[in-house]
């Protein structure tokens, strides 16, 4: 039986850079524990599928492991795929030159450089002039000749959020959606109600292994399915806490939300 191991820590960045891991026969994990995300790479029969790009510094990190440790070059990944817009995740799609696909919620903003919701030049990132060739729907279907991706629309975090699922194999791809041991913070585009809604969709498939982007991965049909219980049950409990909180403050105290127009600086 395959398991999941660690083939090289990046002794050319350093901390500044990715740890590879191998996790299953055709799935690596380019795995951070600081800023941005962890970006996955599928070997396909037909199609290389890269999930996320991950943030824009630790760009030289990834192609530098990429050649020397898979043997493949950029210009073999053939499908850019974005879990969701927020910088973090997309900053490095400016270069890729294939294919790159996310769901409409999220296409839409990154098309438009949507600052509010993608956060980069808070960060210190570019994101203009990016484009998006394939818009999701949920339930779509792309598949790699070894591999199937199912999209399952999972918003909550941010409005354009997906997972990626292997209705076959049984492991999922769940972006910013599902974490080992805390909930997903929720931003101007998100709403806590759909991330619980998602996590009970999600609740209703098999799922054998989780690939997170950010944190841990998950192993075991089990514990996965206790993680996402675990995070259904957190999440009810903030949302609760947040009514309960608003329902007994004052109504001269309570604050009418900003407009789109009438953000604080630090807020843009």
């Known amino acids: 039986m395959f398991k999941p191991h660690l083939i090289k820590e990046d002794d050319l960045y350093g901390k500044s850079g990715y740890s590879l891991n191998h996790l299953t026969p055709n799935v690596y994990q380019f795995y951070t524990a600081g ?55 997309i900053s490095s799609n400016a270069y890729f030159h294939c294919i790159t696909a996310a769901h409409r919620w999220a296409a839409v903003k990154i098309q438009y450089s949507d600052e509010l919701i993608t956060k980069g030049k808070k960060w210190g990132v570019d994101l203009t002039d990016l484009t998006v060739n394939i818009w999701f729907e949920d339930r779509n279907i792309i598949d790699l000749g070894n591999t199937i991706l199912k999209v399952i629309e999972t918003p909550g975090h941010t409005s354009g959020c997906i997972c990626l699922y292997e209705p076959f194999k049984h492991y999922l791809f ?48 089990e514990l996965v399915k206790k993680e996402i219980e675990s995070s259904i049950t957190n999440a009810k409990m903030e949302l609760e806490t947040f009514i309960s909180r608003i329902k007994t403050r004052p109504l001269e105290k309570v604050k009418i939300p900003p407009s789109l127009y009438d953000r604080k600086e630090e807020d843009l």
């Open 174 to 221: 769940s972006g910013d959606t599902l974490f080992q041991g805390r909930i997903t913070n929720i931003y101007e585009s998100g709403s806590i109600s759909e991330y619980i809604n998602s996590l009970q969709i999600l609740n209703t498939f098999k799922i054998d292994s989780v690939y997170p982007g950010h944190g841990n991965y998950i192993i075991g049909e």
């Open 35 to 89: 800023p941005g995300c962890h970006v996955y790479l599928i070997v396909g029969d037909e199609l290389n599928v890269l999930i996320d790009t991950g943030i824009i510094t630790k760009f030289n990190s990834f192609n530098y492991l990429l050649v020397t440790e898979i043997g493949l070059k950029l210009e073999e990944i053939n499908l850019v795929i974005n879990t969701h817009e927020h910088f973090d995740h």
